[in-house]
């Protein structure tokens, strides 16, 4: 069956330190791929999509990036982080054009 | 770009009330999803439409996209507590067909 991971669940980084959020799917093959972030009582704002390794497009300009190392392994990085980056971060896939999107847990963000 | 807009954006009722949330979208879509997020939670599919003016039902829920294909509309007959989060549509948009999302609905209900 196909499942996503999604880690950490929670993190709380200093202003000014890296991040490295990691998501992983499992049971599929050449999945599109999908950060969003949602900030507390919003939408969901889309970031980055991906459909094949190392192609990845930008929704937002941020100090945000993502990669694809691996055809299930979808990344998203900061070399510094504000306290705007703060906010509920979730990786998604589908398996196919006009498909169900299937979410990870999220990961909650705060910056301090 | 695309832009996909739900209203209300928050929804108060007392159980056993009706609910609806609407979407609208500035171009024709192919086809709209619906997710439910529970509060702390994340976004769940609950259903897909992808033909003109159709209708689908789950339970209590009903689904409906629009004749033009650029308005769609889920009803909750007699909600419950259990129906309390927040409602997103969701299309493909773009030549990536990424998958972008509505606004949302915020959903409380209170007894």
């Known amino acids: 069956s196909q499942t996503i991971h999604q880690w950490p669940a929670t993190l709380v980084q200093p202003v000014g330190s890296p991040l490295s959020l990691e998501c992983t799917v499992e049971?599929?093959?050449?999945?599109?791929l999908y950060w969003y972030r949602q900030a507390a009582g919003r939408g969901l704002q889309l970031l980055f999509y991906s459909v094949g390794i190392g192609q990845i497009s930008s929704e937002v300009p941020q100090n945000l990036s993502a990669s694809r190392p691996q055809d299930r392994q979808f990344i998203l990085s900061s070399k510094k982080l504000l306290l705007s980056d703060s906010g509920f971060y979730l990786c998604a896939f589908q398996t196919g054009r006009n498909t169900e999107a299937f979410f990870g847990q999220g990961t909650r963000l705060t910056v301090v | 770009g695309q832009q996909v807009m739900q209203i209300p954006q928050y929804q108060h009722v007392q159980e056993g009330e009706d609910f609806t949330t609407y979407c609208n979208s500035s171009t024709t879509l192919s086809n709209i999803q619906w997710y439910k997020q529970r509060p702390g939670g994340h976004p769940v599919f609950l259903i897909q439409?992808?033909?003109?003016?159709e209708v689908k039902k789950q339970k209590r829920l009903t689904f409906q996209f629009g004749e033009a294909k650029k308005n769609s509309s889920l009803h909750i007959t007699a909600t419950q507590t259990t129906d309390v989060g927040t409602y997103f549509c969701?299309?493909?948009?773009?030549?990536?067909?990424?998958?972008?999302f509505g606004t949302g609905t915020q959903l409380k209900v209170e007894l």
């Open positions: 969701a299309a493909g948009t773009g030549g990536g067909n990424k998958l972008t």
């Open positions: 049971g599929t093959s050449n999945p599109n």
């Open positions: 439409l992808v033909k003109s003016g």
